[in-house]
């Protein structure tokens, strides 16, 4: 059983995919950290999973993005694609709701990346930690599986 209030700052994978940072999603406003700090995954999956234990907060009307706050506060943004609020919800179906508590590798959408695709959509996963900089440490690019461990921001602090 899922305990919500014993979770601590680790960051998962949100889908099956490259993992790179931040800084090379090809959207300046993610690319800049102007939303706050965060990392990405080249999806190669349609399956998108909880990056955090925490609550659903928002789910866009065009369902390409979802919010989630965990216990300590920090308000999360997955934004699935670039510029993909111009589908209007094609190719996106959302399996969770506002309200709800959720666990790192919970299903919460599906990304149909082939419509992104053919709308000339990028198709990055970007996991962003809201108004929070500079607290992701340098990531390895690589290949991950869905909620693999990205991240513990608990250790990089107690390190700092």
Do not use: C, R, W
């Not at 369902?63 to 934004?79: F, M, Q, R, S, V």
């Amino acid at each position: 059983m899922f305990n919500f209030l014993n979770q601590s700052n680790k960051l998962y994978a949100p889908v099956d995919g490259q993992l790179m940072p931040i800084s090379k999603v090809p959207d300046k406003m993610f690319a800049s950290k102007a939303m706050g700090d965060g990392f990405a995954v080249q999806p190669h999956d349609s399956k998108i999973v909880s990056p955090v234990d925490g609550k659903i907060t928002m789910i866009a009307g065009t369902k390409h993005a979802l919010g989630l706050k965990a216990k300590d506060g920090t308000e999360y943004l997955i934004h699935m694609g670039i510029d993909t609020v111009a589908l209007n919800g094609a190719g996106f179906d959302i399996l969770t709701a506002v309200g709800k508590k959720v666990h790192h590798g919970q299903p919460l959408a599906t990304f149909n990346l082939t419509t992104a695709q053919a709308a000339g959509k990028a198709t990055a996963v970007v996991v962003v930690l809201l108004q929070k900089e500079d607290v992701i440490p340098t990531l390895t690019e690589k290949s991950v599986h869905a909620d693999d461990l990205v991240a513990d921001l608990d250790a990089e602090s107690q390190a700092g």
